[in-house]
């Protein structure tokens, strides 16, 4: 079974950095891509990072320049360094892991989230 745990959430002033970790249960980082999304309330989860497997990156619009995604495959853990947040940064934040098969299923899990609030 497979189990991702997100860390790192809480309280945060406007301009301020946190780091978030997700850790992996299961040996998944070794093939399987992973990623951050979020959902603020009253809105849909959003893509906010995703980084496979070899460690090609992507981000969301609204966090380039500011988040960094990282991934430790030997350590089984991901991490998303969030700098100058904004109180629009406000979610939480769920740890995804992804693979697809040849046929095209798609393998899947995420985290319970960890809630990330920005505010003075």
């Known amino acids: 079974q497979v189990q991702l745990v997100e860390s790192g959430g809480g309280l945060v002033q406007p301009g301020g950095s946190l780091r978030l970790s997700c850790a992996g249960s299961a040996n998944i980082f070794r093939v399987y891509a992973m990623g951050w999304h979020r959902q603020a309330p009253g809105k849909q989860r959003e893509l906010v990072a995703t980084?496979?497997?070899?460690?090609?990156?992507n981000y969301g619009e609204s966090v380039k320049g500011r988040f960094t995604i990282s991934r430790d495959n030997p350590k089984n853990m991901m991490y998303l360094q969030m700098n100058d947040l904004k109180p629009e940064d406000t979610a939480i934040y769920y740890c995804?892991?992804?693979?697809?098969?040849?046929?095209?299923?798609?393998?899947?899990?995420w985290g319970q989230g960890t809630q990330v609030t920005v505010s003075s």
């Open positions: 980084i496979t497997s070899g460690g090609s990156t």
């Open positions: 995804n892991a992804n693979f697809e098969f040849p046929s095209g299923s798609v393998s899947e899990f």
